[in-house]
C-alpha cells in the first residue's frame, strides 16, 4: 500500500510538470516504443513548438483515459472515430495513411484466406484500439485484447489466438527480435482499406490555448515532409533492415 501511495504521488509530480517552470508538453507513448517513431513524430511537433516534451510509458487504454481528462496534452496515432470530438481534437490534414495487417503462424497460413475466415479465428488486438470499419463493425469476431505488441506475438507463439493484427512496420522488427520470423508470418489475406492518423490534442489541456501553435507545427511538418522522413530513417535503423 505504502509503495502504491508513493508511486501516485510521483505520478502527480510528472503530470504537475508545467507548473514549476517552461511549459512542458506532456505525451505518452508505448513502453515498448519510448524511442520509437511515435516518439520520433512527438519531438518534432515539440521541437517546432520550442517546447520541452515529457514522454510518459503506458499502454494504449490507460494513454487514452488520462489524456481525455487532461493530464496528457498530445497524441498521436489516433483515427478519427466521427465528427463529433468531444474532448479529442483532431489536428487536420492527417499525417499519415497506415494498412492494418495480420500475422499468423506459418503452419495454419491456409487458415486465414478471406475476411470470413476471421469469424472463425481468435484475433489479438490492441485494447480501445480502432482497425478499419468493416473490422469495427464486424459482432461476429472474437478479439482478444492486449496491451502490447510483445503480448500479442507471444499469445500466437503459444498458440492462445489463432491471429493478430498490427503494423506490419512495427510487427516484424519485434518478431525478428524474438526470433519467430520462421514461424509467424504474414497471413495471405490483408485488408485494403488504408486508415488515417492524426496529431490530435486534449480540449481539457493546458495547452488547448496553443492549439494555433500545433496546428502550424503539424501543417509544417507535412509540407516539408518531416513525418515521412522520420518514418523512412527510424525504420532504416532498425536491425535487419539492411
Same mark, same amino acid.
Given at each position: 500500500?505504502r509503495?502504491?501511495?508513493?508511486?501516485?504521488?510521483?505520478?502527480?509530480g510528472?503530470?504537475s510538470?508545467s507548473?514549476?517552470g517552461?511549459?512542458?508538453?506532456?505525451?505518452s507513448?508505448?513502453?515498448e516504443?519510448?524511442?520509437?517513431?511515435q516518439?520520433?513524430?512527438?519531438r518534432?511537433?515539440?521541437?517546432?513548438?520550442?517546447?520541452?516534451?515529457?514522454?510518459?510509458p503506458?499502454?494504449?487504454?490507460?494513454?487514452?483515459r488520462?489524456f481525455?481528462?487532461?493530464n &496528457?496534452d498530445?497524441?498521436v496515432?489516433?483515427?478519427?472515430e466521427?465528427? =463529433? *470530438?468531444?474532448?479529442v481534437v483532431y /489536428? #487536420?490534414p492527417?499525417?499519415e495513411?497506415l494498412?492494418?495487417t495480420?500475422?499468423?503462424?506459418?503452419?495454419?497460413l491456409?487458415?486465414?484466406?478471406?475476411?470470413?475466415?476471421?469469424?472463425?479465428?481468435?484475433?489479438?488486438?490492441?485494447?480501445?484500439?480502432?482497425?478499419?470499419?468493416?473490422f469495427?463493425?464486424?459482432?461476429?469476431?472474437?478479439m482478444?485484447?492486449?496491451?502490447?505488441?510483445r503480448q500479442?506475438?507471444?499469445? &500466437?507463439k503459444n498458440g492462445r489466438?489463432?491471429?493478430?493484427?498490427?503494423? =506490419? *512496420?512495427?510487427?516484424?522488427?519485434? /518478431? #525478428?527480435k524474438?526470433g519467430?520470423?520462421?514461424?509467424?508470418?504474414?497471413?495471405?489475406?490483408?485488408?485494403?482499406e488504408?486508415?488515417?492518423?492524426?496529431v490530435?490534442?486534449?480540449r481539457?489541456?493546458?495547452?488547448i490555448n496553443?492549439?494555433h501553435?500545433?496546428?502550424?507545427?503539424?501543417?509544417?511538418a507535412i509540407?516539408?515532409?518531416?513525418?515521412?522522413?522520420i518514418?523512412?530513417?527510424?525504420?532504416?535503423?532498425?536491425?535487419?533492415?539492411?
Amino acid at each position: 500500500m505504502r509503495l502504491y501511495v508513493l508511486f501516485f504521488i510521483a505520478l502527480l509530480g510528472f503530470f504537475s510538470a508545467s507548473s514549476i517552470g517552461q511549459e512542458v508538453m506532456r505525451t505518452s507513448v508505448s513502453e515498448e516504443f519510448m524511442d520509437g517513431l511515435q516518439a520520433k513524430y512527438l519531438r518534432n511537433i515539440a521541437s517546432h513548438m520550442k517546447m520541452k516534451i515529457e514522454i510518459f510509458p503506458m499502454p494504449f487504454a490507460r494513454r487514452l483515459r488520462e489524456f481525455r481528462q487532461g493530464n &496528457l496534452d498530445l497524441l498521436v496515432g489516433l483515427q478519427r472515430e466521427n465528427d =463529433q *470530438e468531444d474532448e479529442v481534437v483532431y /489536428i #487536420n490534414p492527417s499525417y499519415e495513411t497506415l494498412r492494418h495487417t495480420f500475422f499468423i503462424g506459418k503452419d495454419n497460413l491456409d487458415k486465414l484466406q478471406s475476411f470470413n475466415d476471421l469469424k472463425k479465428l481468435s484475433i489479438g488486438v490492441t485494447r480501445h484500439a480502432r482497425y478499419f470499419e468493416q473490422f469495427n463493425l464486424e459482432p461476429d469476431l472474437v478479439m482478444v485484447p492486449v496491451s502490447t505488441l510483445r503480448q500479442k506475438v507471444e499469445l &500466437l507463439k503459444n498458440g492462445r489466438i489463432s491471429t493478430f493484427v498490427h503494423f =506490419q *512496420e512495427s510487427a516484424l522488427p519485434l /518478431i #525478428n527480435k524474438m526470433g519467430l520470423q520462421n514461424e509467424i508470418v504474414l497471413a495471405d489475406y490483408q485488408p485494403i482499406e488504408v486508415n488515417n492518423y492524426y496529431v490530435t490534442i486534449s480540449r481539457n489541456s493546458a495547452l488547448i490555448n496553443k492549439i494555433h501553435l500545433v496546428e502550424t507545427a503539424v501543417r509544417e511538418a507535412i509540407a516539408n515532409h518531416e513525418f515521412a522522413t522520420i518514418r523512412r530513417q527510424h525504420y532504416a535503423s532498425l536491425p535487419g533492415s539492411q
